[in-house]
């Protein structure tokens, strides 16, 4: 699901979302129109605070998906390694 749509649906004002998140509500209605990329870790911290009605991996650009699942990969086999 879209954040747009869960706010709406939930009847969240986004001012009161943004808050909660950590963030400005010009940064969250930059965030919901697309015109910028949302980190990792935002992304997360919205699943969590939507319980899983948003997915991080819906609001993440594919790119960074992609690079943090390889990064993690490495991660893991330096581990191993020691």
Do not use: W
């Amino acid at each position: 699901m879209k954040l747009k749509d869960y706010l709406e649906e939930e009847g969240i004002k986004k001012v009161v979302f943004a808050r909660k998140v950590g963030i400005t509500p010009t940064t969250l209605n930059t965030l919901i129109s697309g015109a910028k990329d949302i980190t990792l870790s935002l992304a997360c911290r919205i699943e969590d605070l939507t319980d899983g009605e948003v997915k991080c991996r819906d609001m993440v650009n594919p790119k960074f998906i992609k690079r943090y699942e390889q990064r993690s990969k490495e991660l893991k086999l330096l581990h191993k390694e020691k």
